[in-house]
């Protein structure tokens, strides 16, 4: 069974662009969730899908944005990039939302601002 | 991370056992989850604790405590391949995760 797939794995902006991630879920896998990885913060958690419905979303401003299609695949959009931004974009998928602790992760999408 | 605790760095030798400890707070609590990231490489799941007690797998063992909020990954004969970051995570809702303990594993 193919893991969780994201494209692209490496993306460079500058300040003000807007970017778009993708992320295939394992099949079968109808959750999807997304986090920001960085040096000073961790992992946090930016929000899950489920159903193409987005059931959870963390602290982050309304440039962050998100929305899953009906074959689970997840898009997340932030837009008016900052140079803060720049991270390791994290895509986990499980297989539903109440199975949240069982996530497959992909091998995530570093975004450099400049 | 927000409300999880776990020490920034430990260090341990080859052969040894160690223990990374986790405290959360317990409003909304769901379970506790431990992964492994290896630098460079995204966090795999390792253990989940919704009860309270020690859950064993092979040479990863894992422990709850929810009136006291408090976990720990115990790793046995630890390998120069188990020097990693390990997570801790609380699930209330959504997922929350720890700044991660980076473990050395010398020789």
């Known amino acids: 069974k193919a893991g969780v797939t994201q494209t692209p794995r490496y993306l460079i902006k500058t300040r003000g662009q807007q970017v778009t991630l993708s992320c295939s879920p394992i099949s079968g896998h109808r959750s999807v969730s997304w986090y920001q990885q960085t040096p000073g913060q961790g992992l946090q958690f930016l929000f899950e899908?489920?159903?193409?419905?987005?059931?959870n979303k963390g602290n982050f401003p309304g440039r962050f944005s998100g929305r899953q299609f009906s074959n689970s695949r997840s898009e997340m959009n932030v837009s008016t990039l900052e140079l803060g931004d720049s991270a390791l974009y994290l895509c986990?998928?499980?297989?539903?939302?109440?199975?949240?602790?069982?996530?497959?992760f992909g091998p995530g999408t570093r975004l450099t601002v400049t | 991370g927000q409300n999880i605790d776990q020490p920034t760095e430990m260090t341990a030798t080859e052969g040894a056992i160690v223990q990374i400890n986790c405290t959360y707070q317990?409003?909304?609590?769901?379970?506790l989850f431990w992964y492994q990231q290896h630098a460079g490489e995204a966090p795999t799941f390792l253990s989940y604790?919704?009860?309270?007690g020690l859950e064993e797998k092979g040479r990863f063992s894992s422990f709850l405590s929810r009136s006291k909020g408090y976990s720990y990954l115990l790793l046995k004969e630890l390998q120069m391949k188990d020097s990693a970051s390990y997570l801790c995570a609380e699930n209330a809702g959504k997922s929350t995760f720890g700044d991660g303990t980076t473990l050395t594993v010398k020789p």
């Open positions: 899908y489920f159903s193409e419905t987005q059931r």
């Open positions: 317990t409003s909304g609590f769901n379970g």
């Open positions: 604790n919704v009860l309270d």
């Open positions: 986990a998928s499980s297989s539903a939302p109440d199975r949240t602790y069982e996530q497959y």
